[in-house]
């Protein structure tokens, strides 16, 4: 099996006379937890748009799951999960309705759905709340849900987009023991954050300055090389020099 779950070599987008994403390359490997870190304008939204195969890139090349960003940003959409700050679920619709509707849309059968929709209520402490409408949910329970809904389909690749922005710091560790339990079982995890504290659980970190990849090594290597106390302190040394904005 190949360990290498995302390979980049020298990706680019260009908007017009604009480069947003400057030739980057990395690779990731199957069951890492990839921080993705970048400020405001540094390219890395872009970046992650290219990879989940709803931009195509400009030039270079890329696989993410075995799939070419270049041509098949379908298929990609298809075999990953994603999951965004911004609460994508259906407020009006029951958590068991979500969890099903969702799973139709990533292909999966009947009795699968049933199965995994029971497995994930159980998982999640859900099952009392089968039936109440999401809206009417807290933050915390609704992003574990939608971390949940994003591996109904068991990708090997899952995208979160500062996924615990806005929720307290209890509920961010539980979101975090969730995705270190997907890690666990051999999901990829490929995730932005503000929190510089979350980039310290990552198996490896990249950090993105003006559309390039200027850092990318494991949190404990970072630190040393930039002679830090913190990954915050890292952050804002490489932040520093960045030359725009957004």
């Not at 049933?114 to 992003?143: C, D, H, I, M, Y």
């Not at 300055?209 to 913190?230: H, I, N, W």
């Amino acid at each position: 099996m190949n360990d290498i779950i995302i390979s980049v070599k020298e990706l680019t987008k260009r908007f017009g006379d604009f480069t947003a994403v400057n030739s980057i390359s990395f690779n990731v490997k199957r069951g890492e937890i990839f921080g993705f870190l970048g400020a405001n304008g540094a390219g890395k939204t872009t970046a992650m748009r290219m990879l989940c195969g709803l931009s195509y890139p400009t030039s270079g090349s890329g696989t993410v799951a075995g799939y070419d960003v270049m041509r098949e940003g379908e298929l990609i959409k298809r075999h990953i999960g994603y999951m965004s700050q911004r609460f994508s679920l259906y407020n009006d619709l029951t958590v068991w309705e979500n969890i099903r509707l969702f799973a139709g849309i990533y292909g999966l059968s009947k009795s699968e759905t049933a199965k995994r929709a029971q497995e994930l209520l159980e998982r999640l402490n859900f099952t009392a709340e089968r039936n109440t409408r999401v809206g009417s949910l807290p933050l915390g329970w609704k992003q574990k849900l939608s971390f949940a809904v994003a591996t109904v389909h068991r990708p090997e690749v899952v995208f979160l987009d500062e996924p615990t922005g806005g929720v307290d710091p209890i509920t961010r560790r539980q979101f975090w023991e969730m995705i270190y339990e997907a890690a666990d079982g051999g999901t990829t995890i490929f995730i932005t954050t503000h929190y510089m504290d979350e980039a310290e659980y990552c198996t490896r970190v990249s950090i993105m300055v003006d559309g390039e990849v200027r850092a990318l090594d494991t949190p404990a290597r970072l630190k040393e090389q930039y002679a830090a106390e913190s990954m915050d302190e890292v952050f804002r040394t490489l932040a520093r020099g960045a030359k725009r904005g957004e």
